[in-house]
């Protein structure tokens, strides 16, 4: 079995209150850390990788991206998701064989540029696109940004979360990512959505993963959580030692 295999069975089947977890590293040696602690697979952080390389987020070059995704990936022996924001610009095929070329097994897509939401039925034809030139080889994972893009009404975005992962997931997105969206309204996209479900969780505050898992959650992932929480370690060790 092949490790994108491996990755999609591990989206699989997952009873309420076991969501598979998936630690976000921001480098090789953050990612020995995860493997070695136990963690099945990894999904790195676009935010994350963008830190330890010295840019703001959404800033990062496509180069060194995909340069970043494949130090991690080369660093451990379980399949590793990449978060490559919006796509960077490129066709669909180039940016299947980009992210196969790092040694990737999934990625993560966004459905808004620049602060601003996409259309969804042409962001759900490049998916389509994209799930073509990819094949089985990539798991596919939609972000939907409806909650952190200017669509306020609770009621409102919870419609416009459904309509676009319907949407997605007939394109062939093998799970969304509806982030931002509140804990409470999970149960309310669980009900509406078709297939895996990933959620982001607040690194030590906020529901624990099994709890959003119980909510709906199929998967659970930080964001530039883990990697922000070691910067700060870092931050109070330095000050130790200066002091």
Not at 20 to 29: I, K, M, R
Not at 96 to 108: F, H, P, Q, S, T
Not at 113 to 132: F, M, N, Q, Y
Request: glycine fraction near 10%.
């Amino acid at each position: 079995m092949s490790k994108a295999d491996t990755f999609r069975t591990l989206h699989r089947s997952r009873l309420p209150g076991d969501p598979l977890v998936l630690p976000g590293p921001w480098d090789a040696a953050s990612a020995r850390v995860f493997a070695e602690a136990g963690f099945p697979a990894l999904a790195t952080p676009s935010a994350g990788i963008a830190a330890s390389l010295g840019y703001e987020d959404g800033r990062t070059p496509a180069d060194e991206m995909f340069a970043a995704v494949a130090r991690i990936v080369r660093s451990v022996d379980v399949p590793v998701s990449a978060d490559v924001e919006g796509g960077y610009g490129l066709p669909p095929k180039e940016l299947v064989e980009r992210l196969l070329d790092a040694g990737a097994v999934g990625c993560n897509l966004e459905d808004s540029v620049d602060g601003v939401l996409k259309d969804p039925r042409e962001h759900a034809e490049w998916l389509s696109e994209v799930r073509s030139a990819a094949a089985d080889r990539l798991f596919v994972n939609a972000r939907i940004d409806t909650f952190v893009r200017g669509i306020a009404d609770p009621e409102r975005v919870v419609d416009r979360t459904t309509e676009r992962a319907a949407l997605y997931v007939a394109a062939g997105a093998d799970c969304v990512y509806p982030i931002g969206a509140p804990p409470d309204v999970l149960p309310l996209l669980r009900a509406g959505i078709q297939g895996p479900v990933n959620v982001g969780a607040q690194v030590g505050k906020g529901p624990l993963p099994a709890e959003l898992g119980a909510r709906g959650a199929t998967r659970v992932t930080f964001g530039p959580g883990l990697q922000r929480r070691a910067a700060q370690a870092l931050r109070e060790i330095a000050g130790g030692i200066v002091a």
